[in-house]
């Protein structure tokens, strides 16, 4: 897992959740980071925040999607999830979206059928076509 977060407090947080069940994390401060991480690590999924300085998390998953490579690697935003957020997170190719703040389960399910959906990499009908989901329903 790739978890991109400004705020170093967040970034723990979810990387002590998700460790604790069993998933190996990485963390990334902005999304120049994490497009730098990304081929090296080779991540299953990635959470994304939206606010963060140099590159916020909608032009990173813009250019995730652009890159052959990381085109079909599960996307989840992990934000504020306003209206604009989810809008332009779903024009992104962004596949869910989790509401700061969260539940500690609910980002462990939501990352856990992230990692399921990766795996079984089913193509969708098209940019962002069927994908995005949320953690609450």
């Not at 990499?121 to 995005?132: L, M, Y």
């Amino acid at each position: 897992m790739l978890v991109v977060d400004d705020n170093k407090v967040i970034r723990q947080l979810i990387r002590v959740n998700l460790e604790l069940e069993g998933f190996e994390v990485v963390t990334a401060g902005d999304g120049v980071e994490c497009l730098d991480l990304v081929h090296r690590v080779r991540p299953d999924a990635i959470t994304l925040d939206v606010v963060m300085p140099r590159l916020d998390g909608l032009q990173t998953a813009t250019r995730l999607r652009s890159d052959p490579r990381t085109e079909r690697l599960p996307l989840a935003i992990v934000s504020a999830c306003t209206p604009y957020e989810v809008d332009h997170g779903v024009a992104a190719g962004v596949d869910a979206f989790l509401a700061k703040p969260f539940e500690p389960g609910e980002l462990v399910m939501l990352v856990h059928r992230l990692v399921e959906r990766g795996r079984s990499s089913v193509p969708a009908a098209g940019p962002g076509a069927g994908r995005a989901e949320s953690a609450a329903g």
